[in-house]
Nanobody, 115 residues
Framework: QVQLVESGGGLVQAGGSLRLSCAAS????????MAWYRQPPGKQREWVAS????????RYADSAKGRFTISRDNAKNTMYLQMNNLKLEDTAIYYC????????WGQGTQVTVSS
């Protein structure tokens, strides 16, 4: 069973940047399409971005296009989300999981964007 640990969140001013990390245990990480999700306050969890096992295909929600970049390092069993030009509406708890949400959810990492 893959276990997921998200990190890298924090408090940042609008327009700033953060880089999130998702560390995964287990050998299946490298073969899975992985994704980032987020849950804004009082709202349901939503998909943010996905990346295929070899990083050839990356997909983004409209809200993330042009500002976020998803990447992964299979040798380190780690996935990343570089977030630039952050907006107030990016405030959320960010989670990682497979594209099919196959694994138990981690604790997430809080991102708070202030004005």
């Amino acid at each position: 069973q893959v276990q997921l640990v998200e990190s890298g969140g924090g408090l940042v001013q609008a327009g700033g940047s953060l880089r999130l990390s998702c560390a995964a245990s287990g050998s299946r990480f490298s073969i899975n399409v992985m994704a980032w999700y987020r849950q804004p306050p009082g709202k349901q969890r939503e998909w943010v971005a996905s990346i295929t096992s070899g990083s050839a295909i990356r997909r983004y929600a409209d809200s993330a296009k042009g500002r976020f970049t998803i990447s992964r390092d299979n040798a380190k069993n780690t996935m990343y989300l570089q977030m630039n030009n952050l907006k107030l509406e990016d405030t959320a708890i960010y989670y990682c999981n497979s594209d099919a949400m196959s694994y138990s959810w981690g604790q997430g990492t809080q991102v708070t964007v202030s004005s």
